[in-house]
Structure formats: C-alpha cells, structure tokens
C-alpha cells in the first residue's frame, strides 16, 4: 500500500510543479509597457506580485500534496470521504480562499495576475479529482 500511495503523491508533486512551470511560462510572456519610467515601475512590481503568487501556489500546492500520505491510515484509505477529503479538500479550500479574493479584488480594480492565479488553483483541484478517481479504482481493485 505505501507503494501505491506514495506513487500517486510523486503524481500529485508532479502534477503541481508541471503547473507552477506553466504558469512562470505565462507571467514570462506577458507583455510590458515601455511608455515612462512609471509605468515601467508598475509593469516591474506586476511582474513581481506574479512571481510572489507562482511561489505561494507551489508551497501550497506541495503542502496539498503531502495530505496524500494520509491514506496509509486504513481507516481513512477504506472511507470515501475521507480519502476524497486527502486528495482534493485542502486544495479546495486554498482555492476558495483565492476565488474570493479574486471576487473582492475585481470589485475594486481589474487585476489579470489574480485571475490567471485562480484558474491554474481550480486545475490543480481537476487533476487532483481525477487522480482520486483512479485511486480508488485501485484501491478497490487490490480489495
């Protein structure tokens, strides 16, 4: 068992990290604004608030991955739930949590680096789902 699920955890670290270089591959391509040393100033820290929410995504996304170990407790492996909770809850919660932050900050300005943060948490959360589906397919066929 501890085979199993440490193979779906090194799945999961991969799963974020080919994410977290995806999205350091798009804040890269974002284009700049060269109209005044101000603008520059701001397309700098735009890019540098982008940077600080990849490495925040990463840490939360290997801390959302180590919940996986869960499952060599027997009781939480044979319940649903339980399991589902370890795959996806943590995860889900993180991505609420920035889904409303997203909610609140369009309200008051329009800030691409938020949007773009949100959508690479909420496929985390996807992929995530869908290797908890082929998890229990295998549990329940070891059973």
Request: charged share 15%; aromatic share 16%; glycine share 2%.
């Amino acid at each position: 068992m501890r085979k199993i699920v440490f193979k779906f955890w090194i799945i999961n670290v991969l799963i974020s990290f080919v994410l977290f270089v995806a999205y350091r591959i798009i804040i890269s391509e974002t284009e700049t604004a060269d109209e005044n040393w101000l603008g520059l100033l701001l397309e700098i820290l735009k890019i540098l608030t982008s940077l600080g929410f990849s490495l925040i995504y990463l840490g939360a996304m290997v801390i959302c991955s180590l919940s996986i170990f869960l499952n060599l407790n027997k009781n939480i492996r044979n319940n649903f739930y339980y399991s589902l909770l370890t795959f996806v809850g943590l995860a889900s919660l993180f991505t609420v949590y920035w889904l409303i932050i997203v909610i609140a900050e369009n309200f008051i300005h329009n800030e691409n680096p938020l949007i773009l943060f949100s959508i690479f948490c909420i496929t985390y959360v996807i992929f995530s789902a869908i290797e908890f589906k082929i998890f229990r397919k295998k549990i329940k066929s070891i059973q």
